[in-house]
């Protein structure tokens, strides 16, 4: 019938009421009534309550790390980038002196690893993302169009599908 509350005092389980810690409260009486009588308050959180705040924490703490070290392959793909305008340079210079750039090998195993699996999660959300950005513009232009009250290049029922497809995709788990 009642639960403890993290922040102090009880929840009433049937109304989901918070009943704050004073003798004054005529809720609070009726549960130090009720403890009297032999029961005892389900704890603040459940067994599972627990788990998903802690698998909710680890997911986090992955979604962190995954974000950092994507960070720093794109850093390493940047300069991969670069090595390649250098050594295509060179080459165009009639091929003396031909540089590998260090980043290049670094940045394409990064890639390789993120692409590969390493972090499936991180990139499935990016390619959801970037399914989802290729979509926003039309809905945009059909928004600006509708609120300027000119002709529209998509149809009420085209940009009813643009919204479902977005919406299929960001209910999407990942």
């Known amino acids: 019938m009642y639960k403890r509350s ?66 720093d392959a794109v850093e ?4 991969k980038d670069a090595g390649y305008a250098e050594t295509t340079s060179s080459r165009l210079d009639g091929g003396a002196n031909v540089q590998e750039h260090p980043a290049q090998d670094a940045g394409q195993q990064a890639v390789n690893s993120a692409a590969s699996g390493m972090f499936p999660a991180v990139v499935a959300r990016f390619q959801r993302d970037q399914l989802i950005d290729a979509l926003q513009w039309r809905i945009a232009r059909y928004r600006r169009q509708t609120a300027a009250a000119v002709a529209t290049d998509d149809t009420a029922a085209a940009y009813s599908v643009l919204m479902a497809c977005v919406q299929v995709l960001r209910d999407t788990p990942i």
């Not at 390493?76 to 300069?79: D, I, N, S």
């Open 6 to 71: 993290i922040q102090g005092g009880v929840i009433r389980k049937t109304d989901n009421a918070t009943i704050p810690e004073s003798m004054e409260n005529s809720d609070w009486r009726a549960y130090q009534h009720w403890l009297a009588s032999g029961n005892t308050p389900d704890p603040a959180q459940s067994t599972e309550e627990i788990e998903a705040e802690k698998w909710t924490a680890i997911a986090a703490r992955r979604d962190r790390y995954a974000a950092e070290h994507a960070q």
């Open 76 to 79: 390493a793909q940047v300069g």
